[in-house]
């Protein structure tokens, strides 16, 4: 069965700063990759996904994420973050059909 | 377009007490999924119906029963409700072709207090 780990439970950033969320994934032959973010009292929206073709994949927001084979890993970025990306990031992988969340990261941007 | 809706948004129970979460979705998603929320574990799904009239157990199914009434509506009953289901409830739904057909879609969640 395939599971992703997101190794950093929070992570603290200054606004305007760059981000990077780790997630990464139990190998596989193939394998479908999603972020997903949470914002305070709300449920997931999906921020992008990875299904095949270009390994750096665009979200919403100005996320982005790259597939990175070699390293089975699913990291998360963004250049520069807001005060409003505040949030609860997950990492999810396909398995058995059915998608397998990580425990997330939770993102503290301040001023 | 409503997407996922679940209700109620808020409920307490006692011990002991049954109670059943609805949701809906306005997609024509054949897929339809319980997950419930806990600090530091994620979302852990709790039961699954792969289209209408199927269901099957997810990860932590105990303590719970699913109905799929229509390819609408999918709910989630608690018979004896204990302090351990105190928890935040998702519904989601997923539907179409391909990898997409993957992508879930969730329900703003109900929070479920139980004392």
């Known amino acids: 069965a395939q599971s992703v780990t997101q190794l950093d439970s929070q992570v603290p950033v200054f606004e305007e700063a760059p981000v990077e969320l780790r997630c990464n994934y139990s190998s596989s032959v193939s394998v479908y990759l999603f972020w997903y973010v949470q914002y305070p009292n709300q449920g997931l929206q999906l921020l992008l996904k990875y299904l095949s073709g270009s390994t750096l994949v665009k979200g919403i927001n100005g996320f982005e994420a790259e597939f990175n084979k070699s390293q089975t890993s699913f990291h998360l970025r963004k250049p520069s973050v807001h005060i409003s990306d505040t949030a609860e990031y997950f990492c999810a992988v396909i398995s058995f059909q059915k998608l397998v969340f990580g425990t997330g990261t939770r993102l503290l941007v301040s001023p | 377009n409503a997407g996922v809706t679940q209700t109620p948004k808020f409920q307490v129970l006692k011990t002991g007490q049954s109670m059943t979460l609805q949701c809906a979705q306005d997609?024509?998603?054949?897929?339809m999924y319980w997950y419930r929320q806990d600090p530091g574990m994620g979302l852990r799904l709790i039961y699954y119906?792969?289209?209408?009239?199927?269901?099957d157990k997810g990860e932590v199914p105990n303590g719970y029963n699913v109905s799929r009434l229509n390819k609408r509506e999918f709910s989630l009953r608690l018979e004896s409700a204990a302090p351990s289901q105190t928890s935040v409830y998702f519904c989601?739904?997923?539907?179409?072709?391909?990898?997409?057909?993957?992508?879930?879609?969730f329900g703003p969640g109900t929070r479920l207090t139980v004392t």
């Open positions: 119906s792969a289209s209408e009239g199927t269901t």
């Open positions: 997609m024509n998603h054949n897929s």
């Open positions: 989601a739904s997923s539907g179409g072709t391909g990898g997409s057909g993957y992508e879930q879609y």
